[in-house]
């Protein structure tokens, strides 16, 4: 077709991009109608007290349920939900649908928290506060019940209004965490706007660190988990797949874990299963811990 339209039309020069282009084009129309057609489905991963072993909580992560494509990951779509803007009525599904599940399954009473991924185009939405507040009325969830995970870039764009915006969530009661954190610019300053919420070690650090043996890696996440704890964090380790991992993130005194070896990402049928295994506590002794 780009020869019959002559020498100079611009197609003949960029097939790749076109084709790209093209893709993207349709993965996001796919998307708005999954998100209308409830193609999207919350899997969620168990988080474990490191000392008791107890299970705390849960990680809600998005999946969509590709009518010709299967099960696809975030990897796959958030990124061009981010781009097109879906990304806000994406999350605000996400959020709504964690926190009734989490009501549902007795986080209430049960106290164990669910931590919902928010992205920064989402934070910064001018009616986000409301959205969380709407999404604790109607699921009856309490805010203490809720952990919101955001990473870094999040409050270095527009610091000013993002802090406010963290102000604003602490009134309501509900937990922050900061997730990824040692991937992106980790100004060690932000963590003082964090006090008293989470902060989540990125696994780059769990699994290329060496931690199991006392090298630099070992050194740096000591060194995270005790400047958290100064600052009256609670620490969270991710994508933890080894005993030895598990260990030795145990006796440097990490909080809790998550990762592959206590449990993957499981559709909520699974989940059901798990707690009716586990002893209920209440969220004042998760919190404590
Ligand atoms: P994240 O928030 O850091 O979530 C942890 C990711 O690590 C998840 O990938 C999880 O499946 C994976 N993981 C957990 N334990 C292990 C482990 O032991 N080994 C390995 N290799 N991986 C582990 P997933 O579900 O593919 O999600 C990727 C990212 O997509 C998330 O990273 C988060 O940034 C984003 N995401 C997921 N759900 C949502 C959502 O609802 N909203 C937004 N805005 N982002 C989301
Ligand atoms: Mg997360
Ligand atoms: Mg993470
Ligand atoms: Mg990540």
């Known amino acids: 077709r780009a020869k019959r339209e002559g020498k100079n039309s611009v197609r003949a020069f960029q097939p790749l991009m076109g084709i790209e282009a093209a893709e993207r084009v349709s993965t996001e129309r796919d998307l708005r109608l ?22 705390t909580g849960f990680e809600a992560l998005v999946r969509w349920q590709h009518p010709t494509h299967g099960l696809l990951y975030p990897g796959k779509f958030i990124e061009i ?9 994406m999350g605000e599904w996400v959020l709504n649908e964690a926190c009734r599940q989490a009501a549902v399954w007795g986080a209430n009473g049960q106290g164990f928290t669910v931590s919902v991924n928010v992205s920064a185009l989402q934070f ?11 999404a604790l009325d109607s699921s009856g969830l309490k805010p203490e019940c809720l952990i919101l995970e955001l990473t870094e870039s999040v409050l270095l764009e527009n610091r000013e209004r993002a802090l406010k915006q963290l102000t604003h969530l ?20 932000l963590l003082q706007h964090l006090q008293g919420d989470i902060l989540k070690i990125d696994s780059s650090f769990v699994r290329g660190g060496q931690i199991d043996v006392a090298g630099p890696g070992r050194a740096l996440i ?4 005790s400047l958290a704890h100064s600052l009256g964090m609670c620490v969270i380790a991710e994508g933890v797949e ?34 009716n295994m586990v002893e209920p506590r209440t969220h004042e002794e998760i919190l404590e811990t």
């Open 34 to 55: 999954a998100l209308t057609q409830r193609h999207l489905v919350l899997h969620y991963q168990s988080q474990f007290d490191a000392q008791s072993g107890r299970l």
């Open 81 to 89: 939900a981010e781009d097109s803007g879906l990304i806000v009525p």
């Open 124 to 134: 910064m939405d001018p009616v986000f506060l409301l959205k969380v507040q709407a």
């Open 170 to 189: 602490r009134d309501i009661g509900v937990r922050l965490a900061l997730d990824d954190f040692g991937t992106g610019y980790s100004s060690l300053g």
């Open 222 to 225: 000591e060194f995270l988990i």
């Open 242 to 275: 080894t005993e030895e991992q598990y260990q030795a993130l145990r006796s440097l005194d990490c909080d809790r874990i998550q990762g592959f070896l206590l449990g993957r990402p499981e559709p909520a049928e699974l989940i059901e299963k798990r707690l």
